[in-house]
């Protein structure tokens, strides 16, 4: 099915009053403009029940495997929010992402990079990693970790146990969040988030795959802020196939979310 764009506009409004920023880092996003999604699916999922077509707000991820993205056709036809890859483990950098993070900006997408976990090397070291190469620049989205099992990584295929990968994720978790003043997302799959109680973690916000299934579903009820619904999408200005995600609620929880998140 493919939805024609409409233009929903809505003005952002603080949750709280906070302290002002330092004089230059303030957030300028006083408007968030939501477009339906003009995508396709090579491959859609019969949905029974709710639906990704039910949820208003979609964006996609994006990384090396897209290529060049033309972020201003995206954005036109529906992608509301991109999060990209930036780095992984504590040696690679995505070789798209710079270009991905200034080309997203300009076009007027909600932004944010993500950390694909490497279980073969320690969480501080990974943060750091990170922070060398993901920019604390106003009006990003939240940073994100990525945690999933790499059965078919070359170098490293271990499974902790799930104590120790909550350990080392809220080692990771709690650097990024003291150097980006944002509390991070956490990216998780169905059989990782439920052999490691990914949950007790805290209140975070979940980003959460389920490509088969509606998330309070697969995931026992539990809380999800995105979702990714499908990894065969079609969006134009994007080469291949796309994973695609929705926020959980409406165009005005959105600009909510985004008011009270975004630094």
Same mark, same amino acid.
């Given at each position: 099915?493919?939805?024609?764009?409409?233009?929903?506009?809505?003005?952002?409004?603080?949750?709280?009053?906070?302290?002002?920023?330092?004089?230059?880092?303030?957030?300028?996003?006083?408007?968030?403009? $939501?477009?339906?999604? @003009?995508?396709? *699916?090579? @491959?859609?999922?019969?949905?029974?029940g709710r639906a990704p077509s039910?949820?208003?707000?979609?964006?996609?991820? +994006?990384?090396? =495997?897209?290529?060049? $993205? *033309?972020?201003?056709? +995206?954005?036109? #036809?529906?992608? #509301?929010?991109?999060?990209?890859?930036?780095?992984?483990?504590?040696?690679?950098?995505?070789?798209?992402?710079?270009? @991905?993070?200034?080309? /997203?900006? /300009?076009a007027g997408v909600p932004v944010?990079?993500?950390?694909?976990?490497?279980?073969? %090397?320690?969480?501080?070291?990974? /943060? %750091?990693?990170?922070?060398?190469?993901?920019?604390?620049?106003?009006?990003?989205?939240?940073?994100?970790?990525?945690? &999933?099992?790499?059965?078919?990584?070359?170098?490293?295929?271990?499974?902790?146990?799930? &104590?120790?990968? %909550?350990? &080392?994720?809220?080692?990771?978790?709690?650097?990024? &969040?003291?150097?980006?003043?944002?509390?991070?997302?956490?990216?998780?799959?169905? *059989?990782?988030?439920?052999? @490691?109680?990914? =949950?007790k973690l805290g209140p975070y916000?979940?980003?959460?795959?389920?490509?088969?299934?509606?998330?309070?579903?697969?995931?026992?009820?539990?809380?999800?802020?995105?979702?990714?619904?499908?990894?065969?999408?079609? $969006?134009?200005?994007?080469?291949?196939?796309?994973?695609?995600?929705?926020?959980?609620?409406?165009?005005?929880?959105?600009?909510? =979310?985004?008011?009270?998140?975004?630094?």
């Amino acid at each position: 099915m493919r939805l024609l764009p409409v233009l929903l506009t809505l003005t952002l409004a603080a949750c709280s009053a906070p302290a002002p920023p330092p004089p230059g880092t303030e957030a300028v996003a006083p408007r968030v403009q $939501v477009t339906a999604p @003009n995508f396709g *699916d090579d @491959n859609p999922h019969p949905w029974d029940g709710r639906a990704p077509s039910d949820y208003p707000v979609h964006g996609i991820d +994006a990384s090396r =495997w897209q290529g060049p $993205v *033309d972020w201003t056709t +995206a954005r036109a #036809n529906g992608v #509301n929010f991109a999060f990209l890859k930036a780095t992984e483990g504590g040696d690679l950098l995505d070789p798209e992402f710079r270009s @991905n993070w200034r080309g /997203a900006r /300009a076009a007027g997408v909600p932004v944010g990079a993500y950390h694909f976990w490497y279980f073969c %090397r320690p969480a501080a070291e990974q /943060a %750091r990693w990170f922070i060398a190469h993901v920019p604390r620049q106003p009006g990003a989205l939240p940073p994100v970790l990525d945690m &999933e099992w790499t059965p078919f990584s070359p170098t490293c295929t271990l499974r902790p146990p799930p &104590e120790a990968v %909550r350990a &080392e994720a809220r080692i990771f978790l709690d650097m990024i &969040e003291a150097h980006y003043g944002q509390r991070p997302i956490i990216y998780s799959t169905p *059989d990782f988030y439920a052999t @490691n109680e990914m =949950w007790k973690l805290g209140p975070y916000d979940f980003w959460l795959r389920s490509v088969a299934g509606h998330p309070r579903d697969v995931y026992a009820g539990r809380h999800w802020t995105f979702w990714q619904y499908t990894g065969t999408g079609r $969006v134009p200005g994007v080469r291949g196939k796309s994973d695609i995600n929705v926020f959980s609620g409406t165009p005005a929880e959105w600009a909510a =979310w985004l008011a009270a998140r975004i630094r």
